[in-house]
């Protein structure tokens, strides 16, 4: 399979919560994580890791783990706020989907960062911004290959637990698990606002539309 075009796999990255059980090969499991490693980290510090889960027991016990979680939190907690509108409900009734079948996933991949969040907001930024543009190269290197992945975090909730199950050392927190597979269905470009409603020309409140013409 040829690979994407960099416009290609940015502009169809999209969560991809139905992944078939079809194993991945370990070359493109080891090109993503090598194309995470790529990103830039604060100093260069790049003080990341990437547990690679394939094994099916690891990978059944985290799925308890993670379902545990989104009964809780999703079932339980917002899918039963009648508040909640009712596209982030669809949403969260995906995430439920994803939760209660993360175990059929043939790899699930940990990004793991040294030490802790710091408390001063600017190390705290840079912390947090050594670790998400690996996580972003992971899943577009990912996509490049045909492979599916999504985004998640609901495990913190239990991550002594995840740490226990991987062995993971005191010193290392975890901040991602992303499950890659092959999609059940197709890409397709993600559902996303016009990037100039987000873009703001020389001060705040100032977009200018494609046409050229600014906004009153």
Not at 40 to 61: G, I
Not at 91 to 96: E, H, K, M, T
Not at 116 to 139: C, E, F, H, K, T
Request: aromatic share 6%.
């Amino acid at each position: 399979m040829a690979e994407l075009s960099l416009r290609e796999a940015i502009y169809s990255l999209r969560a991809m919560r139905r992944l078939r059980p079809d194993p991945v090969p370990e070359a493109d499991l080891r090109f993503a994580v090598d194309a995470a490693t790529r990103a830039p980290s604060a100093r260069n510090r790049q003080p990341w890791a990437f547990v690679v889960v394939t094994d099916p027991e690891p990978r059944r016990r985290l799925a308890e783990i993670y379902l545990e979680l989104a009964q809780r939190f999703i079932r339980d907690g917002s899918l039963a706020d009648p508040r909640l509108p009712e596209p982030a409900k669809e949403i969260d009734r995906r995430a439920l989907a994803l939760a209660e079948r993360l175990g059929e996933a043939p790899a699930l991949v940990l990004a793991v960062m040294r030490g802790a969040p710091p408390r001063d907001p600017a190390a705290a930024s840079a912390w947090y911004g050594s670790i998400y543009p690996a996580v972003q190269n992971l899943m577009l290197a990912a996509r490049s290959r045909g492979l599916g992945t999504t985004l998640t975090t609901l495990h913190k909730a239990r991550e002594r637990d995840v740490k226990a199950l991987l062995g993971i050392p005191d010193g290392w927190e975890t901040i991602a698990l992303i499950p890659i597979g092959y999609p059940a269905g197709g890409f397709a470009p993600p559902r996303r606002e016009p990037s100039w409603r987000a873009t703001h020309w020389q001060r705040w409140g100032h977009h200018v539309p494609p046409d050229g013409e600014p906004l009153p």
